[in-house]
T-cell receptor
Framework: GEDVEQSLFLSVREGDSSVINCTYT??????LYWYKQEPGAGLQLLTY?????DMKQDQRLTVLLNKKDKHLSLRIADTQTGDSAIYFC?????????FGKGNQVVVIP | DSGVTQTPKHLITATGQRVTLRCSPR?????VYWYQQSLDQGLQFLIH???????AKGNILERFSAQQFPDLHSELNLSSLELGDSALYFC???????????????FGPGTRLTVL
């Protein structure tokens, strides 16, 4: 990743909430994104948040943005086994995305 | 299904060889981006094309080149391959008219390159 920090691993029980955190560096980023990558698959856009928002909710997903601390989090409510994947946060920079190294989430039935 | 297609899905080749990866963007998208995903480097941006023109370059080696054709599909050419080039190569597309950071990118399934 390019100066986008993520913790590496999270284990969560099915039905619990999971929270994935990310720290980014470019305060001028307009959009911040969360992508999901299942084993052997490509990157699926989950959600994104505009930098002038503090929170965005999309069904089971809640994104929180703390611009002052450059901290982004993704909360998944009622985590399901299908949520097992690697989650990447990314910040939008001119003409490209800068990704964190990803956070692997393992859901235990 | 994001609407972005990449071929081939898997590619196995030897060191020193040259390969071409192909990407077709979502219908109507003008921008194509290439990324490399490896275990040690994570997801790295390589290059961005907008409507046939190169717009931004990231960590792309001189041995690598890309182009976007009039029908908007793109090819990534990797030459003089080394073991360290083994990785997943993703293409993404976006529909913005300016190719800026506000354009949401949709990713293809990737091409897994193995260099032996």
């Amino acid at each position: 990743g390019e100066d986008v920090e993520q913790s590496l691993f999270l284990s969560v029980r099915e039905g619990d909430s999971s929270v994935i955190n990310c720290t980014y560096t470019d305060s001028s980023s307009t959009y911040l994104y969360w992508y999901k990558q299942e084993p052997g698959a490509g990157l699926q856009l989950l959600t994104y948040i505009f930098s002038n928002m503090d929170m965005k909710q999309d069904q089971r997903l809640t994104v929180l943005l703390n611009k002052k601390d450059k901290h982004l989090s993704l909360r998944i409510a009622d985590t399901q086994t299908g949520d097992s994947a690697i989650y990447f946060c990314a910040e939008g920079r001119p003409g490209r995305l800068a990704f964190g190294k990803g956070n692997q989430v393992v859901v235990i039935p | 299904d994001s609407g972005v297609t990449q071929t081939p899905k898997h590619l196995i080749t030897a060191t020193g060889q040259r390969v071409t990866l192909r990407c077709s963007p979502r219908s109507g998208d003008l921008s194509v981006y290439w990324y490399q995903q490896s275990l040690d480097q994570g997801l790295q941006f390589l290059i961005h094309y907008y409507n046939g023109e190169e717009r931004a370059k990231g960590n792309i080696l001189e041995r690598f080149s890309a182009q976007q054709f009039p029908d908007l599909h793109s090819e990534l050419n990797l030459s003089s391959l080394e073991l360290g080039d083994s990785a997943l190569y993703f293409c993404a597309s976006s529909g913005g008219t300016s190719g800026q950071s506000t354009d949401t990118q949709y990713f293809g399934p990737g091409t897994r390159l193995t260099v032996l």
